[in-house]
C-alpha cells in the first residue's frame, strides 16, 4: 500500500525530541493531557521541527475544551 505503520511510545519531552531527532512521521497520535506537558506545547515542539506532520489528539478527560 505504499506505507510502513510504526507505532512509538516515549515517556516526558527527551522521549519526544528523541522520536522526532530519528523519525519523520506522518501522523502522531497523542493523548492531550500528559503528566509533565499537554497537547499545546507538543504541538509547538512538533512544529519547531515539522510544519508537515498532522497530529491527532484524544483524551479521557471530560470536560475539556480547546480551540484556536
Known amino acids: 500500500l505504499g506505507f510502513r505503520p510504526q507505532i512509538k ?3 516526558g519531552e527527551d ?9 519523520r512521521f506522518d501522523l502522531i497520535v497523542s493523548d ?14 512538533i512544529r519547531d521541527r515539522d510544519n508537515h506532520t498532522e497530529i491527532l489528539f484524544y483524551t479521557a478527560r471530560v470536560g475539556t475544551t480547546t480551540s484556536d
Do not use: F
Request: proline share 0%; no cysteine.
Open 9 to 11: 511510545t516515549l515517556l
Open 15 to 23: 522521549g519526544l525530541e528523541a522520536m522526532l531527532e530519528e523519525h
Open 32 to 45: 492531550y493531557n500528559l503528566d509533565n506537558t499537554d497537547g499545546v506545547a507538543i504541538v509547538e515542539r
